[in-house]
């Protein structure tokens, strides 16, 4: 079996999916269902204490998927570490999507501070999953401080414009040793694959499924753009190339071969 | 009176009747515990230390619990 091995964890599904911007609860437990995922990510934020039933873990079934809580909010490495401690006592694991994003405007990674949150971390017990800008020195880095994975941005967070960062993601597949997961940017299906194919051992999708019109058939739409471009990077997709290369046969015409000068 | 900063909102309460572990100041809420992790002055409590672990005037807390995200 093809198998994503994380960590100590072996998956069937190579599609995370993120639990925000979903209209209901109702509503994500139907695409998460359908989406066949294992993993979904969490954020941890304040209790609302003017409207105490804010609570959304009730719709998500914790036996049937591994919560990853993120680091979403955190501005500097201090605070990620913060964040990343609450988790694990909400949790009781030690899994966390790293991410800390001062750029409100483009939401990038800060690579200097996600490093040094990373190594904390790491040292501390945690199976950490950053989240990055396609950056192959930094996905080097964080793999060599001890990361579970790296997981580079194909485009801006929630900006659907696929892979942006193509050239900067295959160097990142083609020297990683920890599962490569494209995070971010992820708008269509054909994005998914499209990274697949390339290589990643998994994607992460939240606003493309949570935002469509109809979700539950997105995650749907996304499985099975994950599974068609696993299977196609398997496979072993041949080269492309400039100039036209006929599929059929180029003998046996039905004309006279003096008419072919 | 005495006040405890929940959340950041400074909450003040008649003296004597500060809630005495996070346990009650959460049934003060009408918080359910089991989703919801608390800092107090910075320290984490896990939920089942949420009945032992005492509030004293003056102390920050923080509930926090999951929402979603990607």
């Known amino acids: 079996m093809d198998k994503l091995v994380i960590a100590d964890k072996e998956f069937n599904s190579r599609l995370l999916v993120g639990t925000g911007k979903f209209a209901s609860c109702e509503i994500m437990a139907e695409a998460l269902e359908k989406s066949g995922t294992e993993i979904v990510t969490v954020a941890l934020r304040r209790v609302d204490i003017e409207n105490k039933n804010d609570d959304m873990l009730r719709s998500i079934d914790i036996k049937k998927y591994l919560l990853l809580p993120n680091t979403s909010g955190a501005r500097d490495a201090e605070e990620a570490v913060r964040l990343s401690k609450l988790a694990r006592a909400a949790t009781g694991i030690s899994w966390v999507k790293l991410e800390v994003t001062p750029d409100p405007y483009y939401l990038l990674p800060d690579p200097v501070e996600t490093l040094k949150a990373a190594e904390i971390l790491v040292k501390d017990g945690f199976t950490v999953l950053p989240y990055i800008n396609a950056d192959p020195v930094l996905a080097k880095k964080l793999e060599d401080v001890g990361t579970a994975t790296v997981m580079p941005l194909a485009s801006p967070i929630g900006s659907k414009q696929g892979l942006r960062a193509r050239e900067a993601l295959e160097i990142i597949i083609e020297q990683a040793n920890v599962p490569v997961v494209v995070d971010a940017g992820l708008g269509l299906p054909s994005h998914a694959a499209d990274a697949m194919e390339i290589g990643a051992d998994a994607v992460l999708v939240n606003t493309a499924i949570a935002t469509a019109a109809e979700p539950n058939q997105m995650a749907v739409a996304f499985k099975l753009a994950v599974e068609a471009g696993r299977k196609a990077y398997k496979a072993g997709a041949a080269a492309a190339g400039k100039r036209a290369s006929a599929s059929s046969p180029l003998t046996g015409f039905l004309r006279d071969t003096q008419e072919e000068k | ?70």
Not at chain 2, 41 to 57: A, P, Q, V
């Open chain 2, 1 to 70: 009176m005495e006040v405890l900063k929940i959340n950041g909102v400074e909450k003040q309460f008649p003296a004597g009747r500060l809630p005495s572990t996070v346990t009650e100041l959460l049934e003060q809420l009408d918080i359910k515990a089991a989703t919801v992790v608390a800092e107090v002055d910075g320290r984490i409590i896990e939920s089942k230390k949420f009945t032992g672990t005492k509030l004293h005037n003056g102390q920050s807390v923080e509930l926090v619990r999951f929402v979603g995200g990607g």
